[in-house]
């Protein structure tokens, strides 16, 4: 997958997740304060971005997310690299 | 002080409405079938009655679907439908207005997937605990509801929804809230807890090829219990502020009673359920030749529905003859903690209607069966008071009086 379908995908995954937004106003820059996510909703949004795209992220790396992008960069920072593409 | 029942809701294997409910078990239908919502083939019980088409997006949005268990979700409907049917409760002050649920299992659809995910060392959902927690139904019911008042959870196995509503008629005696939303829910058709009790040799295995008939209590041929799922829910109020509110009054709950077997941690005992029963009718002040119906507790388990016939005979001596006993769970199998309160209700829509629903499966009765169960076939008589039993581990025994609004 490349960046820019990565970046179309979680903004699509995140406008699943969130209610009472305009799916056309999320963005990259959107953090999940206006979107609505309180603390316990980010916990249960990495929860099912982990199973969505397949990553795992790891604690002390996702407790400074605030926005989308912080989603984006870290799939995208850790995509299986080509010569160990068996399991995509 | 009078309390009366002014709202019901059901979600069961044969009707998800209390009209639907009530229909379907005047004409015995069968809500029992093959296991389908997991693979059940490695199971010796591969059995259910299992809620069909029912869709929590109907009511719940997916935040909310993804932080309740199927327990949870069906007491939430269960609840919707009493509140709606009793008019809403704007009346009262939430502050006064309480919950009092019983689940035997809690969320447990929640901590067997869980559980795996673990055991696979994958992470587990954020809401593992406070989706199986089993107060989260009663947390659940009164977030949405605004219920502010008491909020209390009962687990006594499979007796926990008819001490629920005996918690609930308690908290109205003693002036501790003006309304109670009270019930039970369960949701356990899962792989561990089949297998957990088909360790115990508590569930019928030898009808998983005509699941129809499997669940059979009080008939030659019965071999346990067959699973099942479900809430019920009633609210519950005193008599003079449901009359001055105009609220319309299913019956009385008249009387509550429980009794602890001390004894087994599994097994019947005929006097803990002569105790429980004897409680409930001295507690509605009434004698026992007022008692004409009994929702029977009426598993399908060979030593269970022996006792109980023996517990009735024992307390009613010679009426026990002319009470007319009804098993709710020869057509839904066993709900656990919500079996008292959807037995409740048909006992409350019994006493509505003059119709008793049958008890499914009755052909050929156990020699030592020999009350009158309604066999097959409803029945039609003008009721005025109906016992309601359920009998749990732990050796909990539970009745409950319920009666025509005026006695």
């Known amino acids: ?88 | 002080m009078r309390i009366v029942v002014t709202g019901m809701g059901i979600v069961s294997p044969i009707g998800s409405s209390i009209d639907q409910f009530w229909n379907a078990a005047i004409n015995g239908n069968n809500g029992i079938g093959p296991i389908q919502c997991f693979d059940a083939s490695n199971n010796r019980s591969r059995i259910a009655g299992e809620i069909k088409d029912f869709d929590p997006k109907s009511f719940l949005s997916n935040k909310q679907i993804e932080q309740t268990d199927r327990f949870t979700q069906l007491a939430m409907h269960a609840a919707n439908q009493a509140i709606a049917d009793a008019g809403g409760l704007e009346y009262y002050k939430p502050r006064r207005l309480a919950v009092s649920v019983g689940s035997g299992m809690g969320g447990f659809a929640t901590f067997e997937s869980s559980a795996e995910r673990k055991l696979n060392n994958r992470s587990i959902p954020p809401f593992t605990v406070p989706r199986t927690m089993a107060n989260s139904a009663a947390a659940w019911i009164a977030t949405i509801h605004g219920l502010k008042g008491a909020n209390l959870t009962c687990s006594t196995a499979c007796s926990s929804g008819g001490n629920a509503i005996g918690m609930g008629l308690d908290l109205l005696r003693t002036g501790k809230a003006d309304a109670v939303i009270t019930g039970g829910a369960e949701a356990c058709v899962l792989p561990l807890t089949i297998a957990g009790f088909e360790a115990l040799y508590a569930l019928s295995t030898g009808y998983n090829n005509d699941p129809q008939h499997a669940s059979r209590p009080f008939a030659k041929g019965r071999d346990g219990f067959v699973m099942g799922e479900g809430a019920g829910i009633l609210v519950l109020e005193r008599e003079d502020s449901a009359k001055q509110r105009g609220a319309k009054i299913y019956a009385q709950l008249a009387g509550y009673g429980c009794a602890c077997d001390a004894g087994h941690i599994v097994a019947p005992d005929m006097d803990g359920q002569v105790a429980a029963m004897d409680a409930a009718i001295q507690d509605a002040e009434i004698t026992p030749e007022r008692v004409d119906y009994i929702n029977a507790h009426a598993t399908s388990t060979p030593l269970g529905d022996v006792i109980e016939t023996k517990a009735i005979k024992q307390l009613f001596g010679k009426h026990a003859k002319e009470i007319i006993i009804s098993a709710t769970k020869s057509m839904i199998g066993h709900t656990i903690g919500a079996s008292a309160a959807i037995g409740s209700i048909a006992a409350i829509m019994s006493l509505q209607t003059g119709m008793i629903h049958p008890t499914i499966n009755l052909d050929e009765a156990d020699s030592e069966c020999d009350l009158n169960y309604a066999p097959n076939i409803a029945l039609t008589k003008p009721l005025n008071t109906a016992l309601c039993n359920a009998f749990g581990f732990g050796g909990n025994n539970v009745s409950l009086v319920f009666s025509t609004p005026i006695i």
């Open chain 1, 1 to 88: 997958m490349n960046t820019e379908n990565i970046e179309a995908k979680v903004i699509e995954f995140i406008a699943s997740k969130v209610e009472d937004v305009d799916a056309s106003s999320i963005t990259a820059a959107s953090e999940f304060e206006a979107l609505g996510l309180d603390s316990m909703d980010r916990v249960q949004l990495l929860f099912d971005a982990e199973e969505t795209f397949g990553v795992t992220f790891e604690d002390d790396e996702v407790k400074d997310f605030h926005c989308v992008k912080d989603i984006i960069d870290y799939i995208n920072n850790h995509q299986p690299s080509s010569s160990s593409s068996e399991n995509d």
